[in-house]
């Protein structure tokens, strides 16, 4: 290629990249939810968390989830997590079942008590009404402090760089959801998996680094064991948000648009993942060394799903494999995904916009 075409290939593309950017922004600031949104949302926390103590009176409930942590879209259901700070307190079983009578009787919202759940839990739902067009969807936990930590430390990631990372995340929440790959019910990625996967990406794969490792940076000052653990497991990281921006700054200066294609690109050929594990704690780890090949004994499951395809490990609980619900088919359908947005961006059309239609179609 004779050197003035090379020059004009690469002021079109970083022209485009340019533009992609800037779309990108523009495109989700569109879809964070509104201040009235979110009061409407603290108004519920605090009535069902008066209610709540009605039945348990020290009790908080607090949020986790995206509403907690910065990655919130217009609409998002919100994750409450009921905390109760007395020892003699009742089992969840019981309080799910109390609390979702109480509910039903007190309330407007549609109650659905599973206290008989992996995890027990109490789902609400209100119709939409002129203030809420979209009404509201809630699930409550109990004790669940671990998805508070795993929460807090996502709000950190968020924090250190919040244009590039808010902006890849957000981006890759509607994304998913639109090319509908984010049912863990239907063998496909939570939103939390596909945010692991962003942050994996910008510590582990990115070289200059985008953000540093929170869980294994010097603390400031001795940390004990009984300081750090939370049933059986270090949640320790560095939270000291104010002073990370003083002292630590990324040497890598690339856009969000540039971030955004190198991650499909990464995720669509270069990610091993027959053999890998994506531990934003620990980089790049082996399945055969966690103990998590795939697992074909479908017959423990009542259907053909494998446990291992993909292997995300959970910051805290590391012996929990994030995406331990994506089945084969799954992997294929969000493989295929990544492949078709890593096409869609390196078509480079005329304008951004175009293709960020095109992406979400
Ligand atoms: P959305 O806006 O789509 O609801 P979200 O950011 O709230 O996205 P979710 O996938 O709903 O993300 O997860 C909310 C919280 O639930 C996470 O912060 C995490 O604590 C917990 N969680 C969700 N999925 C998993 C999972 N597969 N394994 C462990 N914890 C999970
Ligand atoms: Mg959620």
Redesign the pocket.
């Known amino acids: 290629i004779s050197p003035p075409i090379q020059q004009r290939r690469h002021a079109s593309k970083q022209h485009f990249v340019a533009d992609l950017s800037q779309c990108l922004f523009d495109f989700v600031i569109q879809l964070l939810p509104t201040p009235e949104e979110m009061a409407v949302k603290e108004d519920v926390r605090k009535l069902l968390e008066r209610l709540i103590r009605t039945i348990e009176p020290d009790s908080r409930l607090l949020s986790?989830?995206?509403?907690a942590?910065g990655?919130?879209?217009r609409n998002?259901?919100m994750?409450l997590c009921c905390l109760i700070d007395s020892q003699e307190r009742l089992a969840a079983t019981d309080l799910v079942t109390m609390l979702g009578d109480l509910l039903e009787r007190e309330t407007k919202f549609h109650v659905k008590p599973l206290p008989h759940a992996r995890i027990p839990i109490v789902k609400l739902s209100l119709d939409p009404s002129p203030g809420l067009p979209l009404g509201i969807a809630c699930d409550i936990g109990f004790e669940?402090r671990?998805?508070l930590e795993?929460?807090r430390l996502?709000m950190c990631y968020a924090m250190v760089d919040p244009t590039r990372v808010r902006t890849m995340v957000l981006f890759l929440?509607v994304w998913s959801?639109r090319r509908k790959i984010?049912s863990?019910y239907k063998g496909t990625l939570?939103?939390?998996?596909y945010?692991l996967l962003v942050i994996y990406f910008l510590v582990h794969v990115k070289n200059p680094p985008v953000l540093p490792n929170l869980q294994q940076m010097p603390p400031l000052r001795p940390i004990t064991k009984e300081d750090t653990h939370l049933n059986g497991y270090n949640t320790w990281f560095f939270d000291d948000i104010e002073l990370l921006r003083q002292r630590w700054h990324s040497e890598n200066t690339e856009t969000v648009a540039e971030l955004l294609i190198d991650f499909f690109r990464y995720y669509s050929r270069d990610f091993s993942y027959n053999t890998g594990v994506a531990s934003i704690r620990a980089g790049l780890l082996k399945k055969d060394f966690k103990g998590w090949q795939n697992d074909l004994s479908a017959s423990r499951y009542n259907d053909a799903r494998e446990r291992n395809r993909l292997c995300i490990e959970?910051p805290f609980?590391t012996d929990?494999n994030?995406?331990?619900?994506v089945t084969k088919d799954g992997l294929y359908t969000i493989r295929g995904e990544f492949m078709r947005a890593s096409r869609v961006l390196a078509a480079r059309p005329e304008r951004a916009i175009i293709a960020l239609a095109e992406l979400c179609e």
């Open positions: 986790f989830g995206s509403t942590n990655f919130s879209l998002s259901d994750d669940n671990l998805a795993n929460t996502l929440k959801k984010n863990p939570s939103s939390y998996g945010v959970d609980e929990y994030v995406s331990r619900c």
